[in-house]
């Protein structure tokens, strides 16, 4: 579709994500173990035929460039993407990103800019969207899908007419407007784009963020629209929502499913076909490529190159690339990022949960070395680099942080 350009932002540091984005930018997360969360926006751009597309990265920007030059390689002609780091220092907002990148809309003949953030799990044809814009004849059209309303705090929120016409927008109250929730997808007419942006940098105090800056301030004039998405769609802004994601992948009719007739393309890595032991048990899982499974895996999800030593079970959790589970060891309800070794007869997330309905996940980040004969409780974090002189106790109790190891 050469009419539009998109702009991925994918620059944000996922504050809210503890260790799991220490050492990497969110969108660059890995999800339903051989995908990455950027993927599903990647992907979403090149089914819907929009070619052109910017990604603006920022936080951990080496390693996103990284990826995306992969992911290009592997999809080679499918999409022309252009990586934007910031041309100095970091970007001021998602409103700052897009506006020092309006450059790639010179010699753009439709003049329309899609906005997106490139940290969302959906499936989802803009083309609808766009028709949906021309109809209006909208100077921009807001993405909006329902939530309850106990979540709807943790979104911008809008109130519309009997016409669908935006006249409020508030970004995150403590008081949302209703359940109409904003995805973080925007179609700008090009003019109305550069002019609002161009506004917005020359406040002195301003944000400079579409939800909290821009589109409040402009409903009142121009003809902003909102375009409610009926399919599934989630907003892993925190571990637990994450997790969740993860997890309802492996229910027996999930809301969402990563083999459809609209794939997911991703960096495609070559790796074998996982090895299961004649005494290794997979039960109801996603095991990707490259995993030896010598154990027990249950109700989890696996990404490539995961060990799971005899004995030893995993049970509700997430496994990043080449993480070890030892042998006779036990990991239940956990989250263990890339690198990860758990030594043997360990105990991590053992206990009850602290407060019921909640979901007490364990987090271990990156490169964490884990000695035998450690059990670690439910709803700990144990923060990047952590070795065997951080587990000298032999126990880490429920709710714990375990500091960083050296670099």
């Known amino acids: 579709m050469k009419s539009v350009t998109a702009f991925i932002l994918a620059g944000g540091r996922g504050k809210r994500m503890d260790s799991l984005c220490h050492l990497r930018p969110k969108p660059a997360l890995p999800f339903a173990g051989k995908l990455h969360v950027i993927d599903f926006t990647l992907s979403n751009c090149v089914h819907s035929q929009i070619r052109d597309i910017a990604v603006l990265v920022d936080y951990q920007r080496a390693y996103m460039t990284d990826y995306l030059t992969e992911w290009a390689m592997a999809n080679g002609g499918s999409a022309r993407i252009s990586v934007r780091p910031p041309e100095k220092?970091?970007?001021?907002?998602?409103?700052?990103?897009?506006?020092?990148?309006?450059?790639?809309?010179?010699?753009?003949?439709?003049?329309?800019?899609?906005?997106?953030?490139?940290?969302?799990?959906?499936?989802?044809?803009?083309?609808?969207?766009?028709?949906?814009?021309?109809?209006?004849?909208?100077?921009?059209?807001?993405?909006?899908?329902?939530?309850p309303i106990d979540e709807a705090h943790r979104f911008g929120t809008v109130t519309v007419d009997e016409d669908g016409r935006v006249r409020k927008f508030v970004e995150k109250s403590a008081v949302p407007l209703g359940t109409l929730a904003s995805m973080g997808i925007y179609i700008f007419n090009k003019d109305v784009l550069a002019r609002r942006l161009a506004e917005d940098e020359a406040m002195e105090y301003s944000l400079h963020d579409f939800g909290y800056s821009v589109l409040p301030r402009i409903v009142s004039g121009d003809r902003v629209f909102a375009y409610e998405f009926k399919g599934y769609w989630q907003d892993i802004g925190t571990v637990e929502a994450y997790y969740q994601a993860n997890m309802e992948l492996l229910v027996n009719r999930p809301r969402f499913?990563?083999?459809s007739t609209w794939p997911v393309l991703t960096d495609h890595s070559a790796l074998p076909m996982p090895v299961q032991s004649k005494d290794g048990k997979v039960v109801n899982s996603l095991i990707s490529p490259g995993c030896v499974i010598k154990g027990r895996v249950e109700n989890s999800v696996l990404s490539p190159g995961v060990y799971v030593g005899e004995q030893a079970t995993v049970k509700g959790s997430i496994i990043m690339e080449n993480a070890v589970v030892g042998y006779h060891s036990v990991v239940d309800r956990c989250i263990l990022d890339e690198g990860v070794q758990i030594g043997e007869f360990c105990y991590v997330g053992f206990g009850n949960s602290l407060v019921p309905g909640t979901w007490d996940i364990t987090v271990l980040g990156k490169d964490v070395i884990v000695p035998s004969h450690v059990a670690v409780g439910r709803n700990c974090r144990v923060l990047p680099k952590a070795g065997p002189g951080n587990f000298a106790a032999g126990v880490v109790p429920a709710g714990a942080v375990v500091p960083p190891g050296a670099e």
Do not use: P, W
């Open 89 to 147: 220092g970091s970007y001021g907002g998602t409103a700052d990103a897009v506006f020092q990148n309006l450059s790639c809309l010179e010699g753009q003949t439709g003049g329309r800019a899609l906005v997106l953030a490139g940290d969302h799990i959906y499936r989802m044809d803009y083309r609808q969207m766009l028709a949906f814009h021309d109809r209006a004849k909208a100077d921009v059209t807001v993405g909006v899908i329902r939530v």
């Open 257 to 259: 499913s990563v083999d």
